[in-house]
């Protein structure tokens, strides 16, 4: 059962554990080593719209940042099996995104909010919208009439998602994201002051230079390569789809208390 009301770090740090958000995830060993080997063998469906050159080309340098801000096992000889997200990193980055979501209240700024992974963190970033909207900021209104080769860019619940089939689309393309700008720039409109998103929706905002953060799962290691560079501004180590939407409420809490936007 979710966490009632706003729990502490301790109990965040649990319920992430319980929930397996973080601790041992779901994602394996083998996934993770694959993923960063296709990033560091040029494979840009594994960049997330960010452009890595060659900088990143050797596996072992991916997975010592991985180590480092994400928590997986730092053994390159470790090959299979479970893999982890340290518990304690997720915290101290969402506590990184209060502090640049307060930043934004303060300023009244314009905040984009994208996901493609809306059978998981929608609702997470449907609740920061509403939070932002009541402190002063301006929620961007994506224009009408976006699409994509996999489909069209729509907006629910303030939160900009691929929609294929009349399904929401599960998608790592920065495709979408740069739609959008598109289609702001061509408007006439002003280009979002923050980027709240994951998977190519964050990289490509951040890569096009717009202040981006987010949410990467262990096996997603473009956008931790991006903050190490500080191309994002803050990205949150977690498993991106847990069984139940409902296991992220606490968290989300959390990051809202943290930013002075949980209206208590």
């Given at each position: ?13 649990e319920h992430l554990v319980r929930t ?235 990051l809202l208390e943290q930013a002075g936007?949980?209206?208590?």
């Open positions: 059962m979710p966490i009632p009301g706003t729990p502490s770090r301790a109990e965040l740090v397996r958000i973080a601790g041992d995830v779901a994602t394996p060993r083998e996934n993770n080593l694959s993923h960063y080997r296709e990033l560091a063998n040029g494979n840009r469906h594994y960049w997330l719209g960010l452009e890595l050159g060659d900088r990143w080309n050797d596996e072992q340098d991916v997975l010592a940042v991985m180590a480092e801000r994400v928590g997986v096992n730092d053994d390159p000889g470790y090959r299979y099996g479970q893999d982890t997200i340290d518990p304690d990193l997720t915290v101290d980055a969402l506590e990184r995104m209060a502090a640049r979501l307060r930043k934004a209240a303060e300023g009244g700024q314009r905040v984009l909010f994208a996901t493609g992974h809306p059978g998981g963190l929608l609702q997470v970033h449907h609740e920061t919208a509403r939070a932002l909207r009541a402190a002063g900021c301006e929620i961007v209104v994506i224009p009408d009439g976006l699409q994509t080769e996999e489909g069209y860019v729509m907006q629910f619940a303030d939160v900009a998602v691929l929609e294929h089939g009349a399904t929401l689309w599960h998608t790592h393309s920065p495709e979408p994201m740069r739609a959008i700008l598109r289609g702001l720039e061509g408007a006439g409109r002003p280009l979002p002051d923050l980027v709240v998103a994951d998977h190519g929706w964050a990289g490509c905002a951040g890569q096009l230079g717009i202040d981006s953060v987010g949410y990467a799962d262990s096996n997603d290691p473009a956008l931790f390569l991006g903050e190490s560079e500080g191309t994002l501004q803050v990205v949150v180590p977690l498993d991106d789809h847990v069984v139940s939407p409902r296991h992220y409420d606490p968290m989300s809490a959390y936007l949980s209206g208590e």
